[in-house]
Structures are given as structure tokens and as C-alpha cells.
T-cell receptor, first 109, second 115 residues
């Protein structure tokens, strides 16, 4: 069993939709949570990070962490074609990060 | 700032050949690392360095060597390439080795095929 699980997609939504990307993890020692975005043929770039349960908002993006159920979500409001990318869920401890395989999102006009 | 740069962008090797993937950063970052990315798997850490002269193994170090003689450069050497090393390789850096929430900056990647 992988330590971090993500549905690979692709997830296709129309422009303007609200997108929900989800991730589960198995190790209760994980205390840091991040979302990276990776455009095709590019390196990943950090979107958001948090280390506590609850919501964290940044513009159109909201990261949600529920440590009790080991569930992580990323919500994108008013999705744009420029949001089309693969979203990597990342979690871990102070010494090690574990990357999910990513969910590919396609936002269509 | 150029950020993290990697060369080459693409490489095809034959089994048994050796090569070095180059990585450089101009942000004076303490921590540098190499990952590989394979279909159906998350990024996996190969080797990392917490400063010049200090390197350590990550999750999948076999078949790879690294060195860190300067803060800026962190080359990855494939000693004797095998088809299982076909992958996309990413170099990354972050400011402080001890602060895991610091943003990691990734290079554009090297696509390696071993025949």
C-alpha cells in the first residue's frame, strides 16, 4: 500500500467550475502537507502548504486537511484553462517528504 | 535569477554506459536533492545534500552517485546505466536544510532513456 494515494485522473471540468482534488495518507506521523502543481514537461512548483488540520485559503485555492481521517483536499474555485496541470499531494515528517502520484486536471473552455 | 537549471534536457544511453546529469542553482540554497519520477509512482528521492561537502542517500540511491563540491552545483552520476533507470530526473533546492516546509524549487527535468 502506498503511503500517499491520489486518483490519477484525468479529471475534466468546464471553465468556471469548482474543482476538488483529494488525497489520502496512511502514516499518522505525517504532520506537513503541501500541494505542488506540475505543468506538462515542467518541474513541480509549490502551490500551498500547511501543518495543521483545517482550511487554508490562498486566492482561488483552498487546502483542507483532516488529520483524524488522514484526508487532504485541494479546492480550486472559478477554474481556468491555465489550471490544467497535474496536482501532486505531498506529505511527510520533519525529515522526509512523500509525494503522491498526482491527479491530472483538464479545464476546458 | 535562473533558479535551478539542469542539463541535458534529453538523453539516450545504452545499457552499461555512464553519464552525469548536471544541476546548478543560483539562489545560495543550502539543501539540494535529486528525484526521479516514473509513471504511476510519486517523486522518489535519490540523493540529497545539506551543504557543500555533505551528501546522503535517499529512498532509491542504488546505481547513482553524487558530490557537492560547491553550494551551487550538485551533479548526479549514473555509473552503469540500466533500463530500470529510464525516468525523468528532477533536481531541486530549498533554502534551509532543516526547514522542510521551505519551498522546494525544481529544475525543468532531464528525460533519460536507457536502451
Amino acid at each position: 500500500q502506498k503511503e500517499v494515494e491520489q486518483d490519477p485522473g484525468p479529471l475534466s471540468v468546464p471553465e468556471g467550475a469548482i474543482v476538488s482534488l483529494n488525497c489520502t495518507y496512511s502514516n499518522s506521523a505525517f504532520q506537513y502537507f503541501m500541494w505542488y502543481r506540475q505543468y506538462s514537461r515542467k518541474g513541480p512548483e509549490l502551490l500551498m502548504y500547511t501543518y495543521s488540520s483545517g482550511n487554508k485559503e490562498d486566492g482561488r485555492f483552498t487546502a483542507q486537511v483532516d488529520k483524524s481521517s488522514k484526508y487532504i483536499s485541494l479546492f480550486i474555485r472559478d477554474s481556468q484553462p491555465s489550471d490544467s496541470a497535474t496536482y501532486l499531494c505531498v506529505t511527510g515528517t520533519a525529515s522526509k517528504l512523500t509525494f503522491g502520484t498526482g491527479t491530472r486536471l483538464q479545464v476546458t473552455l | 535569477n535562473a533558479g535551478v537549471t539542469q542539463t541535458p534536457k534529453f538523453q539516450v544511453l545504452k545499457t552499461g554506459q555512464s553519464m552525469t546529469l548536471q544541476c546548478a542553482q543560483d539562489m545560495n540554497h543550502e539543501y539540494m536533492s535529486w528525484y526521479r519520477q516514473d509513471p504511476g509512482m510519486g517523486l522518489r528521492l535519490i540523493h540529497y545534500s545539506v551543504g557543500a561537502g555533505i551528501t546522503d542517500q535517499g529512498e532509491v540511491p542504488n546505481g547513482y552517485n553524487v558530490s557537492r563540491s560547491t553550494t551551487e552545483d550538485f551533479p548526479l552520476r549514473l555509473l552503469s546505466a540500466a533500463p530500470s533507470q529510464t525516468s525523468v530526473y528532477f533536481c531541486a533546492s530549498r533554502k534551509d536544510s532543516g526547514v522542510i516546509l521551505n519551498e522546494q524549487f525544481f529544475g525543468p527535468g532531464t528525460r533519460l532513456t536507457v536502451l
